[in-house]
């Protein structure tokens, strides 16, 4: 069971997360990008001293079920990790992102990357502005792939030259009229799995500034998957209160 916890584990880091600092390219990217980010509080980034959100993933068929909870302070970089081990025991883990080389091997090699994965799930609207090597396209008019009906399909290709987890993702992106996420589909670029998941975004809540969804229903490679948050607050400039996401 342990065994198969991690490699599950493994298989749900960084789908779709490239280290891309220092690799942008010029490109023209339509202005859906900024807007979608805008959405979701890319103006009020700023004003965020930490956040807080515990990543839960649901694997029915595969009888698996994990979490892991992360505190993370923009500003600094500092990371705190909360989590249970193989024999249920907790562990709590702090560090500076700045500092990842010199960390131990299970900060850098395991907590991390699971850092990065979550973080994507979490925030993946600002990733997509952010990763300016992503290449992005829109169509309108697209079929919802777990839902019924149509929407604006933004699509955010990575480039498979790029070095990271898993070059070549593809991530698309089903937008609704009020310019949220109502689902989307993934699309792995190498062999490991999944590689191919379809879920909504659903269970919409304000975490202060940020605009969250805390639910994801669907399929992963043709087995029933879940990914929700829950536990998600943020601390503002200034404040040292949290602010449950509501």
């Known amino acids: 069971m342990t065994k198969l916890r991690r490699s599950i584990t493994i298989c749900f880091l960084v789908w779709g997360v490239l280290f891309l600092a220092g690799t942008s390219r010029a490109q023209t990217r339509p202005p859906i990008v900024e807007q979608l980010a805008k959405t979701y509080g890319l103006d009020s980034y700023g004003q965020l001293d930490a956040v807080r959100y ?133 699309h792995r670029g190498g062999p490991k799995k999944p590689s191919l998941l379809s879920t909504t975004w659903v269970g919409y809540k304000h975490a202060g500034p940020l605009l969250v969804s805390t639910d994801h229903r669907g399929v992963a490679d043709g087995q029933s998957a879940r990914i929700f948050f829950t536990n998600v607050a943020v601390k503002l400039a200034g404040s040292d209160k949290w602010m449950d996401a509501q």
């Open 54 to 186: 515990t990543f839960n993933l649901e694997l029915p068929a595969l009888k698996v079920s994990l979490s892991r909870t992360w505190t993370w302070e923009p500003k600094t970089g500092q990371v705190t990790y909360e989590a249970k081990d193989k024999d249920g025991k907790p562990v709590k883990v702090t560090y500076l992102r700045s500092q990842i080389n010199s960390a131990p091997a299970n900060v850098k090699d395991e907590i991390e990357p699971g850092f990065v994965n979550d973080n994507y799930w979490f925030i993946f609207p600002f990733h997509v502005y952010w990763d300016t090597s992503a290449v992005v396209t829109v169509k309108e008019k697209q079929q919802l792939p777990v839902g019924k009906g149509t929407a604006t399909l933004v699509t955010v290709k990575y480039p498979a030259e790029v070095g990271g987890y898993t070059p070549g993702d593809t991530w698309d992106l089903f937008l609704g009229p009020d310019g949220r996420v109502k689902e989307f589909t993934y």
